[in-house]
């Protein structure tokens, strides 16, 4: 496994870079495409870049603990993988070789509903803790089925994705009259719930039930004894209802910049919404996170923990199980090098003085507690890719 210039990979993006040539054209554009104009999807990587961090001398900090608890668990590193549809799309041993590789490494994976292996399958590879994410579909026996299989498989938590009564206007998609390959289907779904499924977009507006309010919440976590998360929050508002509908936790997100073109990258829309749980469940995030310190800029400005999705899915294609555990270790390392040298002996310590923000001097102050809440940000654009 190496780049066009025959080194190892050693960031997401030379992953990226390898994933790119191994893939057909209209593959890549299906997993690396946004919405519109795909001004989110750039929008997510860009504002880490506008973030400082503080550098601590003399710490006297060897080797950092990277592990947290979450939900009664201890994961290795805050991180974690997103849910990403069909990862045999990427290598034919889709969510089985990216399960192994994470738990190797005691880290979670949240299986997407549209995985290409079914739910028994990933449970059996994995050695790390599952979390199933739900889309609700007017058929709603299938979610049903989906949540209690979940639940006999072992899975420890339900991520309902509040953000898609169907998929976003993806133009490289439409551009390209992009299909599933014959060889990637649901494998979760059969029956109506399928119908249409090789064409991703059309399938959402034909299957999933646009009727949902919160109560869903909690008929799920009755249904299935399990935790339930919200994924797809970027308003205090919105975090306000869901931490009323009785959510066990938040996930930052705009869909990786597939759903509606034009709204705040994830990490700009972190902050107000950790000000409005105040502190009654955990936050997390996911969007644009490239590197061990942007973990750290993520926990910084209150995240429990943070999720990568499509760097999965290139490490899955360069090279299998074994380049997801490879692109996971180079970002944990990335991690414990940030914290040595911003010292941080542990992520419970991580704190909003850690960063400097846009249009900052000096960090915000004023609230020194781990995960502190600083002002927003602006953002700045660029291209993906």
Known sequence: MTSATGREPLTP???????????????????????????????????????RLRPRALTGIEEPDTSVEVFGARWAAPLGIAPVAYHSLAHPDGETGTAAAAGRLGLPLVVSTFAGRTLEEVAGAADAPLWLQLYCFRDAGTT??????????????????????????????????????????????????????????????????????????????????????????????????????GVAGIIVSNHGGRQLDGVQASLEALPEVVSAVRGRCPVFLDGGIRSGADVLVALALGARAVFVGRPAL?????????????????LIAELA?????????????????????????????????????????????????
């Open 144 to 245: 049903f089925g989906l949540a209690r299989r979940a639940r006999d498989s072992g899975y420890q938590a339900l991520v309902l994705t509040v953000d898609t009564p169907f998929t976003g206007r993806r133009l490289r998609d439409l551009r390209n009259g992009f299909t599933l390959p014959a060889h990637v289907t649901p494998a979760n779904l059969t029956g109506p719930a399928a119908a249409g499924s090789a064409t991703p977009g059309a399938h959402s507006r034909l299957a999933f039930d646009r009727s949902l309010d919160w109560s869903v919440v909690a008929r799920l976590r009755d249904l299935s004894g399990l935790p339930v998360l919200a994924k797809g929050v970027l308003t205090a508002r919105d975090a306000g209802a869901a931490v009323a509908a």
């Open 13 to 51: 993006d030379d992953f990226a870079e390898h994933a790119r040539r191994e893939l057909p054209a209209d593959v890549w554009d299906f997993i690396a495409g946004g919405a519109g104009r795909e001004r989110t999807l750039a929008a997510n990587e860009a504002v880490f870049e506008t973030v």
């Open 337 to 385: 090098d940030t914290m040595v040298l911003t010292g941080h002996a542990s992520p419970g310590t991580i704190d909003a003085d850690t960063v400097i923000l846009p249009g900052h001097s000096r960090p915000h102050t004023g609230n020194t507690a781990p995960h502190a809440v600083p002002h927003p940000m602006p953002c700045t654009d660029r291209s993906p890719g």
């Open 314 to 330: 290139y490490a899955l294609a360069a090279g299998g199980s074994e380049g997801v555990h490879r692109m996971l270790t180079l």
